[in-house]
């Protein structure tokens, strides 16, 4: 029954995310556990451009995954609020179509972790369509620097997968830049949905790996 009411969840979302796209004309989910068992959505299978960084998360395209982490400050029927850990803003988001995935279930003074689709504008989330909300609970990653960009980054891990990050949002603490063969440690929020699909996962700090 448990693996049922998993498929039809995804499938609420998949749809979801397909009206979101049909929206946007331009072109433009899962719960916490280990790399590699978590099923992907069928969201989580397109991908768009970012373009910047704005307050608490990613300023996206309509089609992008943008993130805000944070305290849960209040929590209602269809709605619920987070304080951001990045700014220290407090954002107002409609839940009633959204994925939830806490395990304890959103309880005031918790955390929580809000993944949307469109642009924020300051505070206000009209424009912004929540898609999962899920525990705020911080991973590690470790690998070899494949490739680094400006915004991006792509490692190999022990197990030889390549797998490439979004670092809007990520602090550096590395002695100096990434060279192509260093070795560093990601830490993250969210999922690397089938073991190599990292839409959903956001990077908040790259170390220097031990």
């Known amino acids: 029954m448990k693996g049922e009411d998993d ?9 979801l995310c397909s009206a979101l796209a049909l929206t946007a004309c331009s072109g433009q989910g899962g719960t916490t556990g280990t790399a590699g068992e978590t099923e992907t959505p069928e969201s989580a299978e397109t991908s768009g451009s970012i373009v910047g960084a704005d307050g ?6 309509i089609e992008d ?23 220290g803003e407090e954002y107002t988001f409609s839940k009633e179509d959204a994925e939830i995935h806490l395990e304890d279930g959103l309880v005031v003074g918790g955390s929580a972790e809000i993944v949307y689709s469109g642009v924020l504008d300051g505070t206000d989330t009209t ?7 899920q525990d705020n609970q911080r991973k590690t990653i470790t690998g070899t620097v494949v490739s680094e960009a400006m915004s991006t980054i792509q490692i190999e ?26 070795k560093v440690t990601l830490e993250y929020t969210g999922e690397i949905f089938d073991g190599e699909n990292t839409q959903f996962a956001f990077v908040w700090k790259i170390s220097d790996a031990e």
């Not at 608490?56 to 395209?61: E, K, N, Q, V």
């Not at 619920?80 to 990045?86: A, H, I």
């Not at 424009?127 to 909300?133: K, P, Q, S, T």
């Not at 002695?175 to 063969?181: I, K, R, V």
């Open 7 to 15: 498929m039809k969840k995804y499938m609420l979302l998949a749809f």
């Open 56 to 61: 608490a998360g990613i300023r996206i395209r």
């Open 65 to 87: 995954p943008g993130v805000v982490c944070g305290e849960v400050t209040d929590a209602g029927m269809s709605t619920v609020t987070v304080r951001s850990e990045v700014d």
């Open 127 to 133: 424009n912004v369509e929540v898609l999962l909300v």
């Open 157 to 182: 891990t022990e197990d030889g997968r390549q797998l490439t990050f979004s670092k809007e949002l990520a602090e550096s603490d590395r002695a100096e830049g990434s060279e192509e063969g260093a």
